[in-house]
Nanobody, 130 residues
Framework: QVRLTESGGGSVAAGGSLTLSCAAS??????????MGWFREVPGKEREGVAS????????FYADSVKGRFFINRDLVKKQIYLQMNSLKPEDTGMYYC?????????????????????WGQGTRVTVSS
C-alpha cells in the first residue's frame, strides 16, 4: 500500500521561507510514470493545486500564484519530493498535502494540478504571519 508522509510545515513571517518534504513508500510498480504534487487547503475554499512533478523526467508544473516563489523537486534515491517555498505571503497559509497519482490520467492531472490524485498524505500546516 502506498503511503505518503509530509513534514516541514510551521510558522514563518511574511517574506520567509519553508521547505516541505514528502516521503513515499510502498510503490511496487514503475516509479517513472508517477506524478507527485503539493496541494493546499484553507477553510471555506476548495483544495488548490500548488505544484507537481513528473517523477521520472522531473518535469514541473506550478500554479500561477506560486510561480517564481515555490520550487518542487524530487529525490529518486530517497523517494521523496520537496517544496521549497520562498517569499511567503499570508495567503500561502493553509494545510499542505502531498499527493501521488499513477493511473492512466496521471500526466493530465500533473499538468493541470487537478486535486483528484489517488493517494494523499495526512497534511502539514503552514502559517505565514503578516
Amino acid at each position: 500500500q502506498v503511503r505518503l508522509t509530509e513534514s516541514g510545515g510551521g510558522s514563518v513571517a511574511a517574506g520567509g521561507s519553508l521547505t516541505l518534504s514528502c516521503a513515499a513508500s510502498g510503490y511496487t510498480g514503475s516509479d517513472y510514470n508517477v506524478c507527485m504534487g503539493w496541494f493546499r487547503e484553507v477553510p471555506g475554499k476548495e483544495r488548490e493545486g500548488v505544484a507537481s512533478v513528473w517523477y521520472g523526467s522531473g518535469g514541473q508544473f506550478y500554479a500561477d500564484s506560486v510561480k517564481g516563489r515555490f520550487f518542487i523537486n524530487r529525490d529518486l534515491v530517497k523517494k521523496q519530493i520537496y517544496l521549497q517555498m520562498n517569499s511567503l505571503k499570508p495567503e500561502d497559509t493553509g494545510m499542505y498535502y502531498c499527493a501521488a497519482e499513477s493511473g492512466p490520467d496521471a500526466w493530465r492531472y500533473c499538468h493541470s494540478l487537478t486535486p483528484t490524485f489517488f493517494t494523499w498524505g495526512q497534511g502539514t500546516r503552514v502559517t505565514v504571519s503578516s
